[in-house]
């Protein structure tokens, strides 16, 4: 089946006692993302504005949230709109929280908590 969700059944027991129950949950199994490239610029300027972008091409690509760092600042950023037959993603780059002379490293936060690494870009001036 290629349905990411399946039906469990969970029994949960009070140890030394008679009392049991148990509950039917869908438990969403969720493949790996896959990052196979991206297209955009290496580097923007911070003072032209505007609303740049790079586009991250690849698989399975279900990140909830993007987090940028530079140094010891981080700050984060919801994802684009994607969902696991996704190919491809433009994250947009947040110009307005960077600073300039600063590279960022741009980290897809996936629902589970696990972390892919996107790209990396920097600011100019």
Same mark, same amino acid.
């Given at each position: 089946s290629s349905d990411p969700a399946r039906k469990f059944t969970f029994i949960a027991k009070v140890e030394? &006692?008679?009392?049991?129950?148990?509950?039917?949950?869908?438990?969403?199994?969720?493949?790996?993302?896959?990052?196979?490239?991206?297209e955009g610029p290496a &580097?923007? +300027?911070? +003072?032209?504005?505007?609303?740049p972008t790079v586009k991250v091409k690849g698989k399975y690509m279900y990140f909830t949230q993007v987090k940028w760092t530079s140094g010891q600042t981080t700050f984060h950023t919801d994802a684009p709109a994607v969902d696991l037959n996704a190919t491809e993603a433009g994250v947009f780059i947040p110009l307005s929280l960077m600073v300039a002379n600063? +590279?960022? &490293?741009?980290t897809g936060i996936l629902p589970c908590g696990k972390t892919v690494t996107l790209f990396g870009i920097g600011i100019t001036p």
């Open positions: 030394g &006692t008679s009392f049991a129950d148990t509950t039917e949950c869908y438990v969403f199994n969720q493949p790996n993302l896959v990052i196979t490239g991206t &580097t923007v +300027s911070k +003072s032209a504005g505007g609303n600063a +590279s960022y &490293t741009a």
